[in-house]
């Protein structure tokens, strides 16, 4: 069973290196996306978990789409 309160840093690396990709700073980014810098920089430390709603308004700043993909375990 997965734990609701688990935070999941995937999440967050993959906004850096998006954001980072894009050239874009996290002020630059809060700016195109209205998500907050401070949202910004909870996810990416793996603080917070975004909703979908807030990873959609990030990609689209990043003009980029968001994508989900279920990969296999490796257990």
Do not use: W
Not at 48 to 54: A, D, G, L, W
Request: contains cysteine; aromatic residues 6%; glycine residues 6%.
């Amino acid at each position: 069973m997965v734990d609701k309160d688990y935070v999941y840093p995937e999440v967050g690396e993959a906004l850096r290196k998006a954001r980072e990709d894009a050239g874009m700073s996290q002020d630059q980014l809060a700016e195109s996306s209205g998500i907050s810098r401070i949202t910004i920089s909870r996810i990416e430390q793996a603080h917070i978990n975004p909703s979908f709603r807030s990873l959609e308004a990030l990609a689209q700043g990043m003009g980029r789409k968001l994508t989900i993909s279920f990969d296999a375990c490796d257990e």
